[in-house]
Nanobody, 128 residues
Framework: QLQLVESGGGLVQPGGSLRLSCAAS????????ITWFRQAPGREREGVLC????????KYSDSVEGRFSITRDAAKNAVYLQMSSLKPEDTAIYYC?????????????????????WGQGTQVTVSS
């Protein structure tokens, strides 16, 4: 059974860093598109960064330019969201979402409706 488990969230001061992990089971990540989404209180879920099956990266949000990055570790079958220079407006629940390549174009893009598998979410709070 395909599962995603996120970890790494927490409370951090403005300007700090966190690394979120998304560990997958039931699928090899080279056969999937992975996107990190986030949802702040009272707002819609928005895409942050995506990594395609071939390793290409797509940025959904200009607000994370130069501060967030996404990487994939094939040995651990995990995807990471490295976040630095965190701001209070980055406060949200962060979700990793996966779509197998056989259910998609294999390239990043789309909305939440285009992803079948979701992790449980991890809270990131940026506050002094």
């Amino acid at each position: 059974q395909l599962q995603l488990v996120e970890s790494g969230g927490g409370l951090v001061q403005p300007g700090g860093s966190l690394r979120l992990s998304c560990a997958a089971s039931g699928i090899t990540l080279e056969l999937a598109i992975i996107t990190w989404f986030r949802q702040a209180p009272g707002r819609e879920r928005e895409g942050v960064l995506c990594i395609s099956s071939t390793g290409g990266v797509t940025k959904y949000s200009d607000s994370v330019e130069g501060r967030f990055s996404i990487t994939r570790d094939a040995a651990k079958n995990a995807v990471y969201l490295q976040m630095s220079s965190l701001k209070p407006e980055d406060t949200a629940i962060y979700y990793c979402a996966l779509q197998p390549v056989w259910r998609s174009s294999g390239r990043c893009g789309g909305t939440t409706a285009d992803y079948t598998y979701w992790g449980q979410g991890t809270q990131v709070t940026v506050s002094s």
